[in-house]
């Protein structure tokens, strides 16, 4: 039962890495949705959302200012941006290792599909 990220993180499989410090790391969607789709996740394995603990607040925070940083850097902060983070099936949820995707550069929609 290995996990995708975190093969990632352990350079076993290639992503192109646009961010990484002790706590997290973001690279670029395999498949991405927008001109700019990036994954900011947490190196500490943990499953969806509904698994995150007490002790994990600061480092959700540090995702969130991860993903303003990187939206800045690649110029779609002013004209916007959009967060999603999917929980368990019917959310489409498809690898379980939290991730926040960032996608921009593009006028997004709302209802989402
Ligand atoms: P989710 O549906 O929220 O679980 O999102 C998983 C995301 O991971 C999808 O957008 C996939 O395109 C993306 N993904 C899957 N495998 C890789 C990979 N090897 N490198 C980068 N992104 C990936
Ligand atoms: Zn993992």
Same mark, same amino acid.
């Given at each position: 039962? *290995?996990?995708?990220?975190?093969?990632? #993180?352990?350079?076993?499989?290639?992503?192109?890495?646009?961010?990484?410090?002790?706590?997290?790391?973001?690279?670029?969607?395999?498949?991405?949705?927008? &001109?700019?789709?990036?994954?900011?996740?947490?190196?500490?394995? #943990?499953?969806?959302?509904?698994?995150?603990?007490?002790?994990?607040?600061?480092?959700? *925070?540090?995702?969130?200012?991860?993903?303003?940083?990187?939206?800045?850097?690649?110029? #779609?902060?002013?004209?916007?941006?959009?967060?999603?983070?999917?929980?368990?099936?019917?959310?489409?949820?498809?690898?379980?290792?939290?991730?926040?995707?960032?996608? *921009? *550069?593009?006028?997004?929609?709302?209802? &989402?599909?």
């Amino acid at each position: 039962m *290995g996990c995708l990220f975190c093969e990632i #993180i352990e350079r076993k499989r290639p992503a192109k890495i646009v961010y990484e410090d002790a706590q997290v790391m973001a690279f670029d969607d395999i498949h991405p949705q927008a &001109p700019v789709h990036t994954l900011i996740i947490p190196k500490k394995h #943990i499953a969806t959302n509904l698994d995150l603990q007490e002790e994990d607040l600061g480092l959700v *925070g540090h995702l969130f200012q991860i993903a303003n940083r990187i939206a800045s850097e690649k110029g #779609i902060a002013e004209n916007g941006f959009r967060l999603v983070m999917n929980c368990n099936r019917d959310s489409g949820q498809t690898v379980f290792h939290v991730h926040l995707h960032l996608l *921009g *550069g593009r006028l997004m929609h709302w209802p &989402p599909g």
